[in-house]
């Protein structure tokens, strides 16, 4: 197949023409063109007329004629996975993942489908009783400690947008978009320029996911929090469940997700090393989605082809910190996301639809570890933890989280009346001053960036525009140090740091990624049981 690329049309053309467009743009006869499959679909709204443009992977007749002929047209590259090669050594016990978000899912699904029967060790529940325990929270801010939007069945990501966006290269992005399709997820995921499934939709894929590692022979056992690990002589040998069940093991992966803080305790008081690790705080930025529509469509906000429109932004602060907007949802909410009792964290979500009245977005700041308190490797929890419970006092009460219009945000007054943006975080908000639970730099380089954002994006500035707070599990504050090559850690044999929470991925799909390298490296050292 060949690639053709910069195929367009207008709004109001249909697919069904993209066959004649091709024609044109190969100059051959469409009878020669057998078959073809779309595969980016991006949209261009820099000139006056916004149009679809696509690159189509396309087989032909006379293909070597049609790439002579045609200098910019290249053959397609392939999209396949490859399985890798077994290894020959006899594995003494079942492989074991800790965690269930997209790198522990993955792991697992490549495992069992392997023949490694793997175990999953998940410290919450199973989605359905999750998503219960989570509406619960919402509604009457009662939390449970491990199932919440950070615990349980398909990780953080699951109560998100389900955005699959990512900025690495590496053909296992394919094999995760493609997994995903199998288990549900629309089949637009593998060609649109911003592939998202939705929390609604995302929930069943994950299900689905389950029930395929168990049909291959792998297990998920859910309540299940790992408790201790033991290590001797500098390998891992076991570890501790509920604090009491012992399992032996001597190849753990850990995916325990960027809010297992007291999981990062344990490893630490093991020796495990762990170091410090840059991340960004700050606030969700609420609209309301007519007005970005507005902002990135201009007439065309209200074309049916068009959906929500979304928005990335950035700025370089004058105190030359990093400021950006992160996991923008159109058409979403803002939710309630602690995971520890007396904290307020929020997080984004959109179904798959992305019909709601506003849009929201993480507006963050970059945290350097030269902020921390002291230099132990836990200090940016303590760091994350500090602001989280001055957002629960500045809240008042049940979970409510701070909020401020960007207005008296930018006067500097604390806010005591609602505009037309009315805020979506349940339990509910509290309007007050932010300056109570965020950082004397991040306020600084928000009201900068604030105002030059909306140079860019008309209307971000607009008065009445809602921030709450705050936004603290952008990624983790830590990095469990593992080896290049072997993908274990630097100083205990068996354990493989993975994801998110491990500081080596931002995503569902990168995570996801680093759990699929991490099952290979399983894989090429050991026969499988079946």
Request: proline letters at 3%.
């Amino acid at each position: 197949m060949i690639r053709v690329n910069e195929v367009k049309l207008s709004l109001d053309e249909n697919t069904s023409i993209l066959k004649e467009r091709i024609a044109k743009k190969l100059k051959i006869n469409e009878k020669d063109i057998i078959d073809y499959k779309i595969y980016r679909e991006s949209i261009d709204a820099r000139r006056k007329n916004i149009s679809f443009v696509y690159s189509i992977d396309v087989q032909v007749k006379n293909e070597e004629k049609i790439l002579k002929k045609n200098k910019n047209v290249k053959k397609s590259p392939s999209l396949e996975y490859k399985d890798i090669a077994s290894g020959n050594k006899r594995l003494e016990n079942q492989p074991i993942i800790i965690g269930m978000g997209p790198a522990g899912m993955f792991a697992g699904l490549i495992l069992a489908k392997r023949g490694y029967r793997p175990i999953i060790l998940e410290r919450g529940e199973d989605v359905d009783t999750r998503t219960k325990d989570v509406e619960s929270f919402w509604n009457i801010g009662k939390l449970k400690i491990d199932s919440n939007v950070q615990f349980g069945e398909g990780g953080a990501g699951t109560f998100s947008d389900g955005k699959l966006t990512t900025r690495i290269k590496d053909i296992r992005c394919r094999k995760v978009l493609d997994e995903f399709v199998k288990m549900g997820a629309p089949e637009e995921i593998l060609y649109v320029q911003k592939p998202h499934i939705g929390t609604d939709i995302l929930k069943n894929v994950v299900k689905n996911i389950r029930k395929s590692i168990e049909a291959f022979g792998g297990e998920v056992r859910f309540k299940s929090k790992v408790t201790d690990f033991f290590i001797e002589d500098g390998k891992i040998k076991g570890l501790e469940i509920n604090g009491s069940t012992r399992i032996a093991a001597k190849e753990v992966i850990l995916a325990i997700g960027h809010s297992a803080r007291d999981t990062y305790e344990i490893l630490h008081k093991r020796g495990v090393q762990i170091r410090q690790k840059p991340f960004s705080i700050g606030v969700r930025i609420e609209h309301q989605q007519g007005m970005v529509n507005r902002s990135q469509y201009k007439e065309f906000a209200e074309h049916p082809r068009l959906g929500a429109a979304d928005y990335r932004l950035t700025y370089q602060s004058k105190n030359g910190r990093a400021v950006y907007t992160f996991c923008m949802c159109p058409g979403g909410t803002v939710v309630a996301a602690a995971s520890e009792e007396n904290m307020v964290v929020t997080n984004g979500m959109s179904e798959y639809k992305r019909d709601k009245e506003n849009a929201n977005s993480a507006l963050l700041v970059q945290v350097n570890t030269d902020d921390f308190e002291s230099d132990h490797p836990l200090a940016g929890v303590a760091f994350q933890q500090k602001w989280e419970k001055l957002a629960f006092q500045a809240g008042g009460s049940n979970y409510f989280a701070p909020a401020q219009l960007v207005g008296d945000f930018l006067k500097d007054v604390p806010s005591n009346k609602l505009g037309n943006v009315k805020p979506s975080y349940l339990p509910g908000v509290k309007l007050t001053d932010l300056k109570k639970c965020l950082p004397g730099f991040v306020i600084e380089s928000m009201k900068e960036a604030i105002i030059e954002m909306d140079k860019k994006l008309n209307g971000f500035a607009m008065s009445d525009a809602v921030m709450t707070g705050v936004e603290t599990r952008s990624s983790a504050p830590i990095r469990i140090e593992r080896n290049a090559d072997t993908m274990e850690s630097i100083n205990i044999k068996g354990m493989y740091p993975i994801g998110e929470g491990a500081g080596y991925a931002g995503g569902i799909i990168s995570a996801a990624v680093d759990g699929i390298k991490a099952a290979e490296r399983i894989i090429e050292k050991y026969t499988p049981f079946i």
